[in-house]
Structure formats: structure tokens, C-alpha cells
């Protein structure tokens, strides 16, 4: 999986910024827990992933900001019958990024990845370091490191009537790293480039508000040790429109992702994928607790066929304590993974919860 640092601060780059000092940054920690078995019996497998990511934010001034992120991860992946497992864990990458606000409609981002995580993963981590890069299961943590890279983005927004557009661009380039470790032999990986590309819209729907964004993201080929496979162009779009109601407030969104075919190491075409997700959340508040339950539907095809679905039942809870903004949410996910041959099937069981804390 790539890594997340890409800087499209879009509509809000038009929003000017009050004046703002180191005092006024923040500390953001979101402890998630997200597990997913999948079968019955003394057959079924578990993936189970504690993923910590946590970030400081510090202003500097009114035009310039500057982050710093990374995760702690703990994979574990079993089988009900015992036998053979693969766990990982440890410090993924630290991403540092400033924003540079370029006058009331533009923003400047570089950003660096430091490879503090994992690396020369041996051959018993392996698979628990391969099954978290799953966009149909949305794993909280995809990568355990990408290696040394550098990333540049330039935003803008203008309003265009009762509308505001944003279009924003970044490049990725990363440098070789020891990824995996068999026995003596170790495999240097080298990512290919991303030049990516976005463009938003949003606008003022009644006392509510509608958004839309498209993102296109072009990759280069990969490279392991003397082989290069490429993994696909991506397009990802995104919708959403929250509507204020008697009793609170009524969420719709939706996304879809879309990853081309891909070249597989031994020059054969990898299947295309295509991931739909929507959902439906209605808040309201009860005192001074907010409260938002919410229903999710998720569907999956490669090259074609249907390979999964996924439904997910959750509420999410919003409360302050003093300085902290906490953020509970909990989930139930129940699903079906189906095979292209044999109309085989394999039942999808899962649970997630997270705690959102930002201190201000």
C-alpha cells in the first residue's frame, strides 16, 4: 500500500486562518482495535490489528503549519484449530509535513516519510504484514513502511457561484528499502512514483451542505530485486450531504474505488477492482452527548465477478472533557467473500471500535 502522505487540503485552503501560535496546536491519538474472521470451524482464519496512529499539529504564525505523524501496529492472524500463526508489530513510518498558506486560496505542502518502521520483515511476519493492505476491508494501519520519500502538493479553492472548487496535485517519490527477509536473501523493493490528482466541490444545500471529490492517482512500476510489476491506477470518488433535522442531523455518503489492471511480476495483467461503499448516519444530541448511529453497505468486484460484500452497523458517541475532545465509536460487520471458480464462499465476521482524543 502507498503511503498516506499526500497534501490535498482543497476547500478549506480558502478559508482565511486567524493569527495563530505554537499555543495553538494541538495533539490528535486514535486508538483503533479491528478484527475479521473469516470461516467457521477449526479452519477459520482471524486477522486481528491494533492500530495506534497519533499526531502533533503546531502553527506557526497564520500561513504556516507543520505535523507530524505515525502509527504503532499490532498484527496477529490464527486459526481457530491452533496451528500456525503470524503476528507483527512495531512503529510504522513517521510522516513530517508543513503547509504554507499562499495568500486566501492557495496551499503549499512538502512532506517527508521517515522509515522508522518495519523492515527485512523474516518470512514467520509475513502474512500478517500482507493481509492489512486490504481496500475492502479498510484495515486502520495498510503498511508497516514505504521507505525514505518525499512528497510535494499545491492546493487552491475559488468559489464559483453558490459553489466552492478545489483542485489540487501532489508527486511521490520514494527511494529502495530491504522490505522482506527469506532465510540469507533479502528482497530490496523500490516503489514506483505517484502523481496524483484531485478536484472537489462543495455548496450549500438548504441549512445543510453537499460535497463531492474526485481523485486519480497514476503509478509508476514497482521494482523487487530484478522483477517490476506495477499495481494499477487508481480513481477514487466521494460524496457526501449532511442535512440538519428536527432531532438532529442526517449524513448520506458514498465512495468508490477503482484500481485499474496492474502487470503482475511475470508479465501477466492483474485484475481490476472496484470497491462501493455507502452508508447512512443520523446524530442527535442527548445533554451534552452527541450520539450517531449509522448503517454501511460495501460491495466488491474483481475483473468482473462478484468477490465479497459487507455490511457494518455502528454508532459513534462526541463529548468534551475540559481540553479533550473524545470520539468513541463502535462496530459490527458481517459479510461474504465468494470465489471466482467453484462458487465457493467463505462467511466474514468482524468487530471494530476506536477512541478519538484530541486535545487543543
Do not use: C
Amino acid at each position: 500500500m502507498q503511503t498516506k502522505l499526500i497534501p490535498l487540503a482543497l476547500l478549506t485552503a480558502a478559508l482565511p486562518l486567524g493569527a495563530q501560535g505554537v499555543s495553538d496546536g494541538s495533539v490528535i491519538v486514535g486508538p483503533q482495535l479491528v478484527s475479521y474472521k473469516f470461516g467457521t470451524g477449526a479452519s477459520a482464519k482471524t486477522v486481528t490489528e491494533l492500530g495506534v496512529p497519533f499526531a502533533v499539529i503546531v502553527p506557526f504564525g497564520d500561513r504556516f503549519t507543520f505535523d507530524v505523524s505515525a502509527s504503532y501496529a499490532n498484527v496477529r492472524v490464527s486459526t481457530s484449530g491452533g496451528g500456525t500463526s503470524s503476528s507483527i508489530n512495531g512503529l510504522t513510518d513517521t510522516q513530517v509535513r508543513g503547509n504554507l498558506t499562499l495568500g486566501d486560496v492557495g496551499v503549499l505542502t512538502i512532506g517527508v516519510n521517515l522509515p522508522t518502521g518495519e523492515y527485512k520483515i523474516p518470512k514467520g511476519q509475513q502474512e500478517a504484514a500482507g493481509q492489512i493492505g486490504n481496500d475492502f476491508l479498510l484495515y486502520p494501519v495498510s503498511s508497516m513502511g514505504n521507505g525514505l520519500g518525499a512528497t510535494g502538493g499545491l492546493a487552491f479553492a475559488v468559489p464559483l457561484g453558490d459553489w466552492n472548487l478545489g483542485v489540487g496535485g501532489s508527486f511521490r517519490h520514494s527511494t529502495v528499502f530491504d522490505a522482506y527477509q527469506v532465510g540469507s536473501t533479502v528482497l530490496r523493493f523500490q516503489p514506483g512514483d505517484e502523481a496524483r490528482l484531485r478536484v472537489g466541490l462543495d455548496r450549500p444545500v438548504r441549512d445543510g451542505r453537499f460535497a463531492l471529490g474526485v481523485t486519480y492517482s497514476k503509478f509508476g512500476n514497482d521494482a523487487a530485486n530484478d522483477t517490476t510489476f506495477g499495481t494499477g491506477d487508481r480513481a477514487l470518488a466521494q460524496a457526501s450531504l449532511v442535512m440538519p433535522a428536527s432531532f438532529g442531523d442526517v449524513q448520506v455518503s458514498g465512495w468508490n474505488l477503482y484500481r485499474a489492471q496492474g502487470q503482475l511480476n511475470n508479465g501477466s495483467n492483474s485484475p481490476w477492482e472496484n470497491v462501493a461503499n455507502a452508508s447512512v448516519a443520523v446524530g442527535f444530541n442527548a445533554g451534552s452527548l452527541y450520539i450517531q448511529p449509522s448503517v454501511e453497505g460495501r460491495l466488491w468486484q474483481v475483473d468482473g465477478y462478484h468477490a465479497g460484500t459487507l455490511a457494518n452497523l455502528g454508532v459513534r458517541l462526541r463529548f468534551n472533557m475540559g481540553a479533550f475532545s473524545v470520539n468513541p465509536s463502535a462496530g459490527y460487520a458481517i459479510g461474504t467473500l465468494y470465489q471466482q471458480s467453484g462458487g465457493a464462499t467463505t462467511d466474514i465476521t468482524g468487530f471494530k471500535g476506536m477512541l478519538l482524543i484530541r486535545l487543543n
